[in-house]
Structures are given as structure tokens and as C-alpha cells.
């Protein structure tokens, strides 16, 4: 089983469509978790944290479920500019050891 | 703000030969990291630090070096490039948690 796994997809959605993420990690020590966004041929930049109480920012809300080891993304009101690949991404308590899963692309098409 | 800087861009290498890959940051975080990238998969570690004179292996060293004499340089050396070192490879680096990635250097082993 890997470390961290995600559908690889690729999503094609329409413009203002709502659209789901998910991931599942195989450590349960897990301490913190993450999604990245990665535009083709560019480096990773932070999307954003989530918390155990779920959080939102904006037109994204990310969630986490520590029971089934499971993590998800939900984006509304899907824009063109959310074309990209989604990296979900797991830190391990008590290191520096960071999972990154292999990403789940999406298109948004008008 | 440069953030995380990386040179070169590209790179051709030869197989047998050698190079460095630069990496600066200027955020005065005490972690860094070294990635490597190959098309449609995760990005797996390589190499990390947590401050200077402190350097660790990562999940695939092999083939690689690395050094830590400042905080804010984390060069990556390749000895004896290899045709499976084509990849693209990234630095990062983070203050604990959230990671900040340079651009990449697209590395091709012929």
C-alpha cells in the first residue's frame, strides 16, 4: 500500500462545477496535512493546511478524517484557472519525513 | 522577495559526468530538502537538513550528495550521472512545516 494515495483522475469539469478530492494515508501517526497545487512544469506552492476541524478559504474547504486516514479537497464554483494538479501531502509526527502522493490533475474547461 | 532560488534552469549531462545544483534561500529557515520529480509521480526525497552541518538521507539518496555549511545554501551534488538521474528536482525548504519550493531544474542524463 503506499504511503499516501490519490486518484490520479484527470477531472474534466465544466466551469462552476463543484469538485472533489480525496487521499488516503497509511500512517496513522501522521501529524500534519497539507494540499499543494502544481501548475504544469512549475514547482508546488501551498494551497492550503487542513485541521482536523476542517477549514475553508475561499471556494476550497479541506477536510480531515483521522479514523479512516482520509483527507479531502472540495473546490465550488470551479474557475479555468483551478486547471492544475492537486498533491495531497502528509508529515509525519515527530520528523521531517513529508509524503507527498502523486497528485490528481484537474481541468476546468468553459 | 526571491524566496527559494535555483540554478541552473536546465542542465544536459553526459553519463560519468558530475555537477551541482545550487540552492538559496533567504527566508532563514532551518529546514531544506531536496526532491526529485519524474513525469506523472510524486515527488520522493532525496536529501533534508534541519540546520547547518546537519544532513540526512531521504528515501532515495542514492547516487547523491549534499552539503549544509550556511543556513541558506543547500547544494545537491550528482557524481557519476546516470540516465535514471533524468528527472526534474526541486529544493525546498520550511520553518517547521509549510514548504516553499524553488523553480526546478530540469536535469537530462544522455
Known amino acids: 500500500r503506499k504511503e499516501v494515495e490519490q486518484d490520479p483522475g484527470p477531472f474534466n469539469v465544466p466551469e462552476g462545477a463543484t469538485v472533489a478530492f480525496n487521499c488516503t494515508y497509511s500512517?496513522?501517526?501522521?501529524?500534519?496535512f497539507f494540499w499543494y497545487r502544481q501548475d504544469c512544469r512549475k514547482e508546488p506552492k501551498l494551497l492550503m493546511s487542513?485541521?482536523?476541524s476542517g477549514n475553508e478559504d475561499g471556494r476550497f474547504t479541506a477536510q480531515l478524517n483521522r479514523a479512516s486516514q482520509y483527507i479531502s479537497l472540495l473546490i465550488r464554483d470551479s474557475k479555468l484557472s483551478d486547471s492544475a494538479t492537486y498533491l495531497c501531502?502528509?508529515?509525519?509526527?515527530?520528523?521531517?519525513?513529508?509524503?507527498f502522493g502523486a497528485g490528481t490533475r484537474l481541468f476546468v474547461k468553459a | 522577495n526571491a524566496g527559494v532560488t535555483q540554478t541552473p534552469k536546465f542542465r544536459i549531462l553526459k553519463i560519468g559526468q558530475s555537477m551541482t545544483l545550487q540552492c538559496t534561500q533567504d527566508m532563514n529557515h532551518n529546514y531544506m530538502y531536496w526532491y526529485r520529480q519524474d513525469p506523472g509521480m510524486g515527488l520522493k526525497l532525496i536529501y533534508y537538513?534541519?540546520?547547518?552541518?546537519?544532513?540526512d538521507k531521504g528515501e532515495v539518496p542514492n547516487g547523491y550528495n549534499v552539503s549544509r555549511s550556511t543556513t541558506e545554501d543547500f547544494p545537491l551534488r550528482l557524481e557519476l550521472a546516470a540516465p535514471s538521474q533524468t528527472s526534474v528536482y526541486f529544493c525546498a525548504s520550511s520553518d517547521p512545516y509549510e514548504q516553499y519550493f524553488g523553480p526546478g531544474t530540469r536535469l537530462t542524463v544522455t
Open positions: 537538513s534541519v540546520g547547518a552541518g546537519i544532513t
Open positions: 500512517n496513522s501517526a501522521s501529524q500534519s
Open positions: 501531502v502528509v508529515k509525519e509526527a515527530g520528523g521531517f519525513k513529508t509524503i
Open positions: 487542513v485541521y482536523s
